[in-house]
Each structure stands twice: as structure tokens, then as C-alpha cells.
């Protein structure tokens, strides 16, 4: 099993910043992605951005795309969001997400939640208007 951390959530101001880092512990060595999913009130989750822990390669929502970037400390299994230019449509619960050796970062960037086999908690982000 791994078990996942997320913290960095909070309230900011449209146009702002947060960074929200996710810490793994457990059975990390049979990880092969790690990443994030959001879900807005009313919405289903959606798949924002992974890191392959294999090749590095990232993927981001198109929705996201050039506003927030994702990194990872690989010997720490810890892997950061950093977002800018928040928008009040960012507002959700963020949940940090890994998947075991099948689940690399394209196949949770394809197929979002559904190829997620360990969750986080969940961290709130607000954005106000």
C-alpha cells in the first residue's frame, strides 16, 4: 500500500499563487507516476497534471496548461503543484494521485481518475473573484 499527503491548499485572490506538495510513503518503489486531480462543487474529477518518475515527463490539463507546474523529489517521493494566475474556476478540492507500474503519467493524463490506484486526502482551494 502507499499512502499519500497532500498540504499547500488555501484561500487566494484571482491572479494569485499556492503550492501544494504530496508526500508518498509506503511501498513507493512500485510507483511509476504521481500527479494531481481536482474536483469543483457539482463536478466530477478531473485529471490537471502527472510526472512519470520514470522518464520525468509531465502532462497538464489543457485547462491549466502554461499556468501551473508540476516537479517531483523523487528520492523524497514528493511531488510539487505550483500554481499561478489562479482563476476563480481552479476552486476545488485537490487531490494528490499515484498509480502502480501500469499506471504511468500518459495513461493518467488519458484517462484521468479511473487509472489513479492510490489517493490523497484531498486539500481545498478557493479562489475568489
Known amino acids: 500500500q502507499v499512502q499519500l499527503v497532500e498540504s499547500g491548499g488555501g484561500l487566494v485572490q484571482a491572479g494569485g499563487s499556492l503550492r501544494l506538495s504530496c508526500a508518498a510513503s509506503g511501498r513507493t518503489f512500485s510507483l511509476a507516476a504521481m500527479g494531481w486531480i481536482r474536483q469543483a462543487p457539482g463536478k466530477e474529477r478531473e485529471f490537471v497534471s502527472a510526472?512519470?518518475?520514470?522518464?520525468?515527463?509531465?502532462y497538464y490539463a489543457n485547462s491549466v496548461k502554461g499556468r501551473f507546474t508540476i516537479s517531483g523529489d523523487n528520492a523524497k517521493n514528493t511531488v510539487y503543484l505550483q500554481m499561478n494566475s489562479l482563476k476563480p474556476e481552479d476552486t476545488a478540492v485537490y487531490y494528490c494521485?499515484?498509480?502502480?507500474?501500469?499506471?504511468?503519467?500518459?495513461?493518467?493524463?488519458?484517462?484521468?481518475?479511473?487509472?489513479?490506484?492510490?489517493w490523497g486526502q484531498g486539500t481545498q482551494v478557493t479562489v475568489s473573484s
Open positions: 510526472i512519470s518518475w520514470v522518464s520525468g515527463s509531465t
Open positions: 494521485a499515484a498509480g502502480d507500474p501500469r499506471t504511468t503519467a500518459q495513461r493518467m493524463s488519458v484517462i484521468g481518475p479511473r487509472a489513479v490506484d492510490y
